[in-house]
Nanobody
Framework: QVQLVESGGGLVQAGGSLRLSCAAS????????MGWFRQAPGKEREFVAA????????YYADSMKGRFTISRDNAKNTVYLQMNSLKPEDTAVYYC???????????????????WGQGTQVTVSS
């Protein structure tokens, strides 16, 4: 089992940047594929980005490509989401998620993940 704690959210102006971190407990972090999702008020949770267990494979939602970068440091049990050129529509609670990963697979739907963090609020002002 793994526990996830997100950090790094906050208030930023449009065009600005934030880096979210997700720290995982346990000694088997490198076995887990990771993902970031977000949920805005009144909307369903949506996929943002995913990374396989080794970091060699990544995948992004179309609206995040070129602006967001997911990465991981297995030695630090941490996955990151670098967010650049932020827009007001990026305002949401951002969640990281984990599941056991196989080969270079990345996972893009919330029901594929077994563990979730509590979320961190990102607010982008216009």
């Amino acid at each position: 089992q793994v526990q996830l704690v997100e950090s790094g959210g906050g208030l930023v102006q449009a065009g600005g940047s934030l880096r979210l971190s997700c720290a995982a407990s346990g000694r088997t972090f490198s076995s887990y594929a990771m993902g970031w999702f977000r949920q805005a008020p009144g909307k369903e949770r949506e996929f943002v980005a995913a990374i396989n267990w080794s970091g060699i494979s990544t995948y992004y939602a179309d609206s995040m490509k070129g602006r967001f970068t997911i990465s991981r440091d297995n030695a630090k049990n941490t996955v990151y989401l670098q967010m650049n050129s932020l827009k007001p529509e990026d305002t949401a609670v951002y969640y990281c998620a984990a599941r056991i990963g196989y080969y270079n697979s990345v996972y893009r739907t919330s029901n594929e993940y077994d563990y979730w963090g509590q979320g961190t609020q990102v607010t982008v002002s216009s």
